[in-house]
């Protein structure tokens, strides 16, 4: 990656979302499911169970990013149209999710009417609700840790999921599009932090957004073991 | 109250070893020659290093006496004579025997008499462990003055007959450090006086992530899904070493975390106002390998808080990857050889993929 975020500002703020990356890779380090999996004790009900319970968040996913967009004034407009282009890439990746779901061994019935999980709740919900806010800059907080995860996933977890399963890729293929995908998005994100990230109490709104996010998405991940 | 490092030594064993007398020092395992040595070698970008074994495998001076080497020549060129030494602060990976700390056997070694005595026990950072609780017990105002030493000797895990002993074929985990790490052992002086041109150490810092990661790197156990159990539990030694638990391993998926860790420990300076990028005038980072060096240099940059190219400072390259020791060995011959002047700042980083422990240290050149 050689694109910089060129603002004293967006600088700043990249330093401070790179180390609430960090403190989230450490989160999800300590999430037994993922725990499990980096010690190779992973299963494919195992992995079934995360995309049953992933999807709805997925699927979810385009909704508030949709509406962040529009929540975006006639000043923001330039912005508006990048995450528009952004919505319309992704709104229907859960599609692959689910097929991923069934080649693992799934029912798609099963998938398309499982209910959010309690992480999935919280998650969803405060970021619909950052949404809503007239000009949510805050919420590229968000997305640099959405976007950050399909790279991990990409370059990380789907590698190790078909190892500890005897999957072939074949599987795996949400996750591997996802983060091949993402590296692009993250350029775009570099200079949405430029354009978004003009002053002090802007940049803590976009880090304190992007914190409040990698604890939910940690507590979705946590979630997926847990079932009622 | 400030602590100064007066002085510093280094001990190599033997003369350097080219990657091409590698294999055939260490030995052929199984009669056969290493399919991953070039790739390995070419990653880290070694080209020297040094052995405290021949080629007939018998060692030729123990961890400690290499330890005690170093020593003598940080004290050669200081204004301290051993019976002076209040304090000896010492690490290794692994002392030459289990029991006792690898500091008491120094201690005899050197021949330093009521001192007050630390072991530093780890991996990579292990050193700056040590220097840490020197540090502080100066700085406390327990003592004046204290040595600090850090030495390795790993090449007795990369003996051909450890491997074999080992069983049938090699994993690359199990084989990645035969061609990354060497033997050798470095020491500083610290002192609560400036001595002539000396580097004032302005803090020492460090983050442990054990918690977070699973073990990148390990001795003592075979670490896989099927067998968690310590050399200890065996019956005997004899089968812990056949079922692979003595072999030294590095779980190379796990190293690039390294990279994020490293870089996340200096963002957390840098906004604690310990670090600013721009004033520090030289680098000494111990990057296990070429490889890496690039990945921190690019993350460093992407993050706004680069440090230019012609700052960093390693003699890794021709003195081989030496563990805890690196760092000492690297500072040793950045004060003898390189041009510094008064009020440079130096900043030394220590990233560990043991299970993960990044150590810190910022140094100002003064003139007493």
Redesign the interface.
Known sequence: ?TE??LSPQG??C???L??VW??F???L??VPLL?RL????FSKADYCQLLLNWRQQVIEGSRWISRCASSFDRDYSDVRSVIIGHAREEHRDYEMLEQDYVAAGGKLADIQHAARNIGTEALHGFLMYRASQSNPIDLVGAMWIIEGLGQKMASDWAAQIDKSTGGDSSYTRFMRYHGANDDDHLQKLYQLLDRLCQSPAQLAAIVRTARVTARLYCLQLEEVDHEY | MSVFITSSGHFLPGPPISNDQMEPLLGLVHGKPSRLKRRILQSNGIKTRHYAMDANHHTTISNAGMAAKAAEHCLSSSFLGKRQIKMLSAATSQGDVVLPGFGSMLQAELGLSDIELHSSHGICSSSMMALKAAYTNLLAGEQTNALVVASELTSRLFKASRYEAAGSELDFNAEFLRWMLSDGAGAVLLETQARGRCFRVDWIRSFSHADAYPVCMSVGYRGDSSEQRSWQDYPTYAEAEAAGALLIRQDVRLLENIVKLGVDGYLRLISEGRVQPDKVDHVLCHYSSHYFRGKIFDMMQRAGVGIADHKWYSNLYDRGNTGCASIFIMLDEFRRTRQYKTGDTILCMVPESGRFNNAYMQLTVVEA
């Open positions: 990656m910089q975020v600088q700043q990249l330093q401070a790179m180390r960090f403190e890779e450490r989160q380090g300590r725990q980096d010690r190779g004790q």
